[in-house]
């Protein structure tokens, strides 16, 4: 089965800026999209932003303008403007068309003075 990392998180200052990236131990076929979401401690996951096969991207309203999710190292996060609300575990979730449903164990991002 194939392993989802996500690497990048850590310590940053409001005002700050984060790259995570999310790479595979395998190759995965047929991708329809993938998908970045972050749960913080008591609240629900949320969806963060989203990138299909044909490149069209989704994003929460909270981060829109801020991050950008782009196709490198398989998926990619650019985190601008960071605040306190951002902080949260980010995962990396990709789904293909056979039923594939892969996701990471997380990322821990903390924004905070």
């Known amino acids: 089965q194939v392993q989802l990392v996500e690497s990048g998180g850590g310590l940053v200052q409001p005002g700050g800026s984060l790259r995570l990236s999310c790479a595979a131990s395998?190759?995965?076929?047929?991708?329809?999209?993938m998908t970045w979401y972050r749960q913080a401690p008591g609240k629900e996951r949320e969806l963060v932003a989203a990138i299909t096969s044909g490149g069209s991207t989704d994003y929460a309203d909270s981060v829109r303008g801020r991050f950008t999710i782009s196709k490198d190292n398989l998926v990619s996060l650019q985190m601008n403007s960071l605040k306190p609300e951002d902080t949260a575990v980010y995962y990396c979730?990709?789904?293909?068309?056979?039923?594939?449903?892969?996701w990471g164990k997380g990322t821990l991002v903390t924004v905070s003075s």
């Open positions: 395998g190759s995965i076929r047929f991708i329809t999209v």
């Open positions: 979730n990709i789904k293909a068309t056979y039923g594939g449903n892969y």
